[in-house]
């Protein structure tokens, strides 16, 4: 059954961090003003059912390809430092990293319809 045209499609990716060296993590990406976004970590608030990105990390500016793989559709090419994917202060990694912090974007929780 396909999904409800207006319930946003969260897509994944294969990630390595810099705190997991040899370890592949599976970590969600988004849509949102045109550009491809990784989701490290969600917000999530049952009782209204919707979650909201910690922080949203731009992928359009990794380097990444879309792959054909059975639980991913992109692939991100480098290990990513933690301070970027976790970390309090993300722009201590460096300026080639685009984070938003809390950026206010709020998704139906999987499977919910609001």
Known sequence: MPEPKD???IFKALVI????????????VI???????????WTENQSEGWQEPERMILLDQL???AIQHPRAQY???DPLPTAVLYGPDPSSAGPQYVVRLR??????????LN
Do not use: T
Request: proline share 14%; aromatic share 2%.
């Open 7 to 9: 319930e946003p499609v």
């Open 75 to 77: 692939l991100v090419h």
């Open 31 to 41: 849509k949102r003003d045109g550009a491809l976004w990784l989701v490290p970590l």
């Open 103 to 112: 950026p206010g974007v709020r998704l139906p929780l999987p499977g919910k």
């Open 17 to 28: 961090s810099e705190a997991r060296p040899g370890k592949v993590d599976l970590m969600d």
């Open 63 to 65: 380097s990444h390809e």
